[in-house]
Protein backbone atom coordinates (compact mmCIF):
# COMPACT_ATOMS: atom_id res chain seq x y z
CA UNK A 1 0.00 0.00 0.00
CA UNK A 2 1.30 3.96 -0.72
CA UNK A 3 2.89 5.12 2.15
CA UNK A 4 0.00 7.78 3.49
CA UNK A 5 0.41 11.76 3.25
CA UNK A 6 2.03 11.33 0.04
CA UNK A 7 -0.41 13.98 -1.30
CA UNK A 8 -1.54 17.45 -0.63
CA UNK A 9 0.37 20.23 1.22
CA UNK A 10 2.39 18.82 3.77
CA UNK A 11 2.83 19.99 7.74
CA UNK A 12 4.93 22.79 8.31
CA UNK A 13 9.02 21.96 8.89
CA UNK A 14 9.69 21.61 12.69
CA UNK A 15 13.27 21.71 14.08
CA UNK A 16 14.45 17.90 14.46
CA UNK A 17 15.30 17.83 17.94
CA UNK A 18 11.57 18.56 18.52
CA UNK A 19 10.37 15.92 16.50
CA UNK A 20 12.78 13.16 17.80
CA UNK A 21 11.53 14.02 21.39
CA UNK A 22 7.66 13.70 19.71
CA UNK A 23 8.87 10.04 18.72
CA UNK A 24 9.48 9.11 22.10
CA UNK A 25 13.71 9.53 21.67
CA UNK A 26 14.08 11.30 25.30
CA UNK A 27 13.61 15.19 26.04
CA UNK A 28 14.54 17.65 23.42
CA UNK A 29 17.99 18.18 25.61
CA UNK A 30 18.42 14.32 25.00
CA UNK A 31 17.85 14.33 21.24
CA UNK A 32 19.70 18.19 21.02
CA UNK A 33 22.66 15.16 22.40
CA UNK A 34 22.11 12.91 20.11
CA UNK A 35 22.51 15.11 16.89
CA UNK A 36 25.66 17.06 18.11
CA UNK A 37 26.80 13.06 18.31
CA UNK A 38 26.45 12.63 15.08
CA UNK A 39 23.84 9.60 15.25
CA UNK A 40 21.29 11.44 13.61
CA UNK A 41 21.20 11.63 9.33
CA UNK A 42 18.22 13.31 7.73
CA UNK A 43 18.17 11.94 3.77
CA UNK A 44 21.48 9.94 4.14
CA UNK A 45 23.33 12.77 5.48
CA UNK A 46 24.19 13.30 9.08
CA UNK A 47 22.04 16.18 11.06
CA UNK A 48 22.90 19.24 12.56
CA UNK A 49 21.56 21.63 15.32
CA UNK A 50 18.91 23.94 14.05
CA UNK A 51 17.63 21.52 11.40
CA UNK A 52 14.68 21.49 10.12
CA UNK A 53 13.00 18.66 8.31
CA UNK A 54 9.05 17.94 7.11
CA UNK A 55 7.87 14.57 9.29
CA UNK A 56 6.10 13.54 6.23
CA UNK A 57 8.48 13.26 3.67
CA UNK A 58 12.04 13.43 4.85
CA UNK A 59 13.58 10.35 6.20
CA UNK A 60 15.65 10.90 9.54
CA UNK A 61 17.50 8.02 11.35
CA UNK A 62 19.57 7.46 14.42
CA UNK A 63 22.03 4.91 15.02
CA UNK A 64 21.30 3.66 10.99
CA UNK A 65 17.54 2.15 12.21
CA UNK A 66 14.65 4.94 10.52
CA UNK A 67 12.60 6.67 12.92
CA UNK A 68 9.22 6.81 11.96
CA UNK A 69 8.09 10.81 12.33
CA UNK A 70 4.89 10.97 10.05
CA UNK A 71 1.88 11.70 12.50
CA UNK A 72 -0.47 10.00 9.86
CA UNK A 73 1.37 6.57 10.50
CA UNK A 74 0.15 3.83 13.15
CA UNK A 75 0.91 0.79 14.52
CA UNK A 76 -1.09 -1.76 16.42
CA UNK A 77 -1.16 -5.05 18.40
CA UNK A 78 -4.41 -7.04 17.98
CA UNK A 79 -5.74 -10.33 19.51
CA UNK A 80 -7.19 -11.43 16.37
CA UNK A 81 -9.86 -13.96 17.96
CA UNK A 82 -10.36 -17.96 16.65
CA UNK A 83 -12.80 -17.85 13.72
CA UNK A 84 -11.83 -14.53 12.29
CA UNK A 85 -10.19 -14.25 8.73
CA UNK A 86 -6.98 -11.78 8.12
CA UNK A 87 -8.71 -10.74 4.57
CA UNK A 88 -10.54 -7.88 4.38
CA UNK A 89 -12.94 -9.32 1.51
CA UNK A 90 -13.75 -12.93 1.99
CA UNK A 91 -15.90 -14.10 -0.56
CA UNK A 92 -17.59 -16.31 1.88
CA UNK A 93 -18.72 -13.09 3.98
CA UNK A 94 -17.18 -14.41 7.25
CA UNK A 95 -16.14 -11.80 10.11
CA UNK A 96 -13.17 -10.62 9.31
CA UNK A 97 -10.28 -8.58 11.21
CA UNK A 98 -11.27 -5.08 9.89
CA UNK A 99 -14.11 -5.08 12.39
CA UNK A 100 -11.72 -4.42 15.27
CA UNK A 101 -9.50 -1.76 13.45
CA UNK A 102 -9.58 1.34 14.99
CA UNK A 103 -10.91 4.63 13.51
CA UNK A 104 -8.48 6.69 11.56
CA UNK A 105 -5.99 6.11 8.82
CA UNK A 106 -6.72 2.76 6.56
CA UNK A 107 -4.91 0.16 7.83
CA UNK A 108 -3.58 -3.21 6.62
CA UNK A 109 -2.61 -6.65 8.83
CA UNK A 110 1.12 -7.43 8.41
CA UNK A 111 0.81 -11.11 7.16
CA UNK A 112 -1.71 -13.10 7.85
CA UNK A 113 -2.64 -15.75 10.67
CA UNK A 114 -5.67 -18.34 8.78
CA UNK A 115 -8.98 -18.69 10.51
CA UNK A 116 -8.61 -21.34 13.01
CA UNK A 117 -5.20 -19.67 14.64
CA UNK A 118 -5.11 -16.78 17.11
CA UNK A 119 -2.99 -14.37 18.84
CA UNK A 120 -0.72 -11.58 17.65
CA UNK A 121 -1.65 -9.46 14.31
CA UNK A 122 0.36 -6.61 13.69
CA UNK A 123 -1.55 -3.84 12.10
CA UNK A 124 -0.55 -0.71 10.14
CA UNK A 125 0.02 1.64 6.87
CA UNK A 126 3.53 1.91 7.30
CA UNK A 127 4.99 0.03 4.20
CA UNK A 128 8.61 -0.10 4.84
CA UNK A 129 7.60 -1.92 8.40
CA UNK A 130 5.46 -4.38 6.96
CA UNK A 131 8.14 -5.09 4.71
CA UNK A 132 10.96 -5.62 7.03
CA UNK A 133 8.68 -8.03 9.28
CA UNK A 134 7.43 -9.98 6.37
CA UNK A 135 10.34 -10.96 4.42
CA UNK A 136 12.89 -13.70 5.80
CA UNK A 137 15.75 -11.96 4.83
CA UNK A 138 15.36 -9.46 7.67
CA UNK A 139 15.24 -12.69 10.26
CA UNK A 140 12.36 -11.24 12.69
CA UNK A 141 11.14 -14.11 14.91
CA UNK A 142 7.52 -15.36 15.09
CA UNK A 143 6.88 -17.30 18.25
CA UNK A 144 3.80 -19.64 18.42
CA UNK A 145 2.34 -21.86 21.56
CA UNK A 146 0.74 -25.32 20.03
CA UNK A 147 -1.46 -27.65 21.39
CA UNK A 148 -1.20 -30.86 20.04
CA UNK A 149 -2.03 -34.59 19.90
CA UNK A 150 0.64 -36.99 21.41
CA UNK A 151 3.87 -36.36 23.39
CA UNK A 152 6.62 -34.98 21.30
CA UNK A 153 9.85 -36.27 22.01
CA UNK A 154 13.44 -35.71 21.17
CA UNK A 155 12.66 -36.91 17.55
CA UNK A 156 9.82 -34.44 17.06
CA UNK A 157 11.80 -31.59 18.04
CA UNK A 158 15.09 -32.66 16.39
CA UNK A 159 12.67 -32.89 12.77
CA UNK A 160 11.88 -29.52 13.44
CA UNK A 161 14.63 -27.64 14.11
CA UNK A 162 16.92 -29.87 11.02
CA UNK A 163 13.67 -29.48 8.20
CA UNK A 164 10.21 -30.45 7.38
CA UNK A 165 9.85 -31.52 3.36
CA UNK A 166 6.13 -30.12 2.34
CA UNK A 167 4.87 -29.59 -0.31
CA UNK A 168 6.34 -26.25 -0.99
CA UNK A 169 9.59 -26.62 -0.13
CA UNK A 170 11.56 -27.39 3.11
CA UNK A 171 10.30 -25.48 6.33
CA UNK A 172 12.34 -25.24 9.68
CA UNK A 173 12.02 -23.78 12.73
CA UNK A 174 14.17 -21.47 14.85
CA UNK A 175 13.51 -22.84 17.89
CA UNK A 176 11.67 -25.59 19.21
CA UNK A 177 10.66 -27.13 22.76
CA UNK A 178 7.68 -28.79 24.67
CA UNK A 179 6.20 -26.89 27.19
CA UNK A 180 4.03 -29.10 29.01
CA UNK A 181 1.96 -32.44 28.53
CA UNK A 182 -1.03 -34.12 30.01
CA UNK A 183 -3.64 -36.89 29.12
CA UNK A 184 -2.11 -37.30 25.27
CA UNK A 185 -1.83 -33.62 24.54
CA UNK A 186 1.17 -31.13 25.01
CA UNK A 187 2.36 -27.46 24.32
CA UNK A 188 4.75 -27.01 22.11
CA UNK A 189 6.66 -23.25 21.60
CA UNK A 190 7.92 -22.87 18.06
CA UNK A 191 9.70 -19.84 16.68
CA UNK A 192 9.47 -19.47 12.82
CA UNK A 193 11.26 -16.66 10.95
CA UNK A 194 8.99 -17.80 7.54
CA UNK A 195 5.30 -17.00 7.14
CA UNK A 196 4.19 -19.53 4.47
CA UNK A 197 0.78 -20.27 4.76
CA UNK A 198 -0.46 -22.71 7.61
CA UNK A 199 3.07 -23.78 7.54
CA UNK A 200 3.37 -24.30 11.67
CA UNK A 201 0.43 -26.19 11.64
CA UNK A 202 1.53 -28.22 8.31
CA UNK A 203 5.06 -28.76 10.01
CA UNK A 204 3.45 -30.48 13.28
CA UNK A 205 1.14 -32.50 11.00
CA UNK A 206 4.46 -33.64 8.68
CA UNK A 207 5.88 -34.89 12.03
CA UNK A 208 3.17 -36.67 13.11
CA UNK A 209 1.91 -34.01 15.87
CA UNK A 210 -1.85 -32.83 14.74
CA UNK A 211 -2.27 -28.97 16.01
CA UNK A 212 -5.49 -29.07 17.86
CA UNK A 213 -4.99 -25.20 18.86
CA UNK A 214 -2.25 -22.69 17.47
CA UNK A 215 -1.80 -18.93 18.71
CA UNK A 216 0.91 -16.88 17.71
CA UNK A 217 2.21 -14.80 20.79
CA UNK A 218 4.80 -12.89 19.32
CA UNK A 219 6.80 -10.77 16.95
CA UNK A 220 9.98 -9.67 16.88
CA UNK A 221 9.52 -7.54 20.00
CA UNK A 222 5.92 -7.14 20.14
CA UNK A 223 4.44 -9.99 22.69
CA UNK A 224 0.78 -10.72 23.35
CA UNK A 225 0.73 -9.98 26.66
CA UNK A 226 -2.19 -10.29 28.31
CA UNK A 227 -4.44 -9.04 25.56
CA UNK A 228 -7.39 -10.70 25.59
CA UNK A 229 -9.34 -11.80 22.23
CA UNK A 230 -10.22 -9.02 20.46
CA UNK A 231 -8.56 -6.65 22.05
CA UNK A 232 -6.27 -4.03 20.23
CA UNK A 233 -3.42 -1.74 21.59
CA UNK A 234 -1.10 0.65 19.74
CA UNK A 235 2.73 -0.51 19.86
CA UNK A 236 5.30 1.88 22.13
CA UNK A 237 7.81 3.99 20.37
CA UNK A 238 10.59 1.55 21.44
CA UNK A 239 8.70 -1.84 19.86
CA UNK A 240 8.17 0.04 16.74
CA UNK A 241 11.83 1.22 16.47
CA UNK A 242 12.87 -2.35 17.20
CA UNK A 243 10.77 -3.59 14.17
CA UNK A 244 12.71 -1.16 11.96
CA UNK A 245 16.31 -1.80 13.38
CA UNK A 246 16.14 -5.27 12.26
Not at 19 to 32: F, K, T, V
Not at 99 to 106: D, E, Q
Not at 160 to 166: D, H, Q
Amino acid sequence: PPRPGTEGPGPEPERLQKALARAGLGSRRACEDLIRQGRVKVGGRVASLGDRIDPRRDRVEVDGGRIPLDPALRYYALHKPRGVVTTARDPQRRQDVSAFYPSGPRLFPVGRLDRDTEGLLLLTNDGELANRVMHPRYGVEKEYLAEVEGTPGRRHLTRLLRGVSLDDGVASARSASTVAGHRGRSAIRLVMTEGRKREVRRMLEAVGLPVRRLVRVRVGPVRLGRLAAGEIRELDPDEVRELLRR
